[in-house]
């Protein structure tokens, strides 16, 4: 069966109304992010390779883009690092020649940004959006848990490299968790560092669905709000990413999605790879689904040896 490689459009916390192309399989990432939506990464890599054909890309791109849908951006997102993908230069090129009334925005953890053909497949996107957590080796690999041998130092100063080059916008997202990157020292050095990459913007990211390890908690409103102030202090706009609600209105068979994964979740505890895999759903679209579900207290999170599982059943963590 070919795999899809198109989800949305969804409503994006940054990016509004998206299109988004996943050109990983799933979890493929240089990080393994602590607070990553998708789970821990199964394969970790700094390798890049063409993971599915371009043209097979391409041929879902156009189905969906067929009808000239409204959008605020197509982005290069999903479930692991899109920059790892040997396709992404060719497919940007495409819809910029094909489709040029839509921006196209990346979304990247910037450690291939060194990479020369990397920067060049870059280039002709509207918006590329690094993360960056803090600026101290330790805290970095306490949250992203990268590949061997990467080195936040030499990423930022790629991030800036990269900026001096690219005809588009850099906006430079920053997540934020409690107790690791939010002390008076980290939000110092991620100033400086913010100062020296000089983003069009600066996004405040904090955890808004079930993250890797369950530890990762969200900035209370309060402190939020103190550290929106204190960044913006660099004349640079800051924004902070609200709650997305929107979820998108599928039907099959008769069956909403909505309650056809109730209706799963209330026979046995599932992933969202399970969901996706049951529904057809693009992974990202299947967590909007639950963090509706959570957010209303229908479902609840369990831990197995899989990762994150969802129940609609009893909660056995209450025991």
């Known amino acids: 069966m070919t795999e899809n490689h198109i989800f949305g459009p969804v409503m994006s916390r940054r990016l509004g109304r998206s299109l988004g192309i996943d050109l990983l399989p799933f979890k493929t990432c240089s990080y393994s992010c602590v607070y990553c939506e998708c789970g821990s990464t199964t394969r970790l ?23 000239g849908p409204n959008l605020d951006y197509i982005t290069f997102a999903g479930s692991g690092e899109p920059t790892l993908s040997l396709s992404i230069g060719q497919i940007i090129r495409h819809l910029k020649t094909t489709y040029p009334q839509y921006k196209i925005a990346v979304l990247t953890n910037g450690s291939l940004l060194g990479d ?76 400086e560092a913010m100062r020296m990459i000089q983003p069009k913007r600066i996004q405040l990211n904090t955890l808004d669905r079930p993250a890797a390890e369950d530890w990762v908690t ?50 046995r505890p599932s992933t969202v790879e399970d969901l996706a895999s049951m529904t057809g759903l693009h992974h990202h679209e299947v967590a909007k689904y639950l963090s509706g579900l959570l957010e209303d207290g229908t479902i609840h999170i369990q831990r197995g040896k899989r990762g994150v599982f969802y129940s609609a059943g009893p909660d056995m963590t209450r025991k």
């Open 45 to 67: 890599t700094t390798e890049r390779s063409e993971f599915f054909p371009t043209e097979e890309v391409i041929a879902q791109l156009d189905k969906a883009l067929a009808k």
């Open 116 to 191: 020369k053909e990397v920067r060049e497949d870059l280039a002709s996107a509207d918006i590329v959006i690094p993360t960056l957590t803090s600026t101290s080796q330790e805290t970095f690999e306490r949250i992203h848990r990268p590949c061997t041998g990467l080195l936040v130092k030499t990423i930022i100063n790629d991030i800036v490299e990269f900026r001096k080059g690219f005809d588009g916008e850099i906006w430079l997202e920053i997540f934020l968790i409690p107790d690791l990157n939010t002390s008076a020292e980290e939000l110092a050095s991620l100033r």
């Open 218 to 267: 969200a900035p209370v409103e309060e402190e939020l709000e103190t550290i929106r102030t204190y960044f913006a202090e660099l004349n640079i706009p800051v924004d902070v990413a609200g709650v997305c609600c929107e979820q998108p209105d599928v039907c099959r068979s008769g069956e909403s999605t909505h309650e056809q994964i109730l209706t799963t979740l209330r026979i």
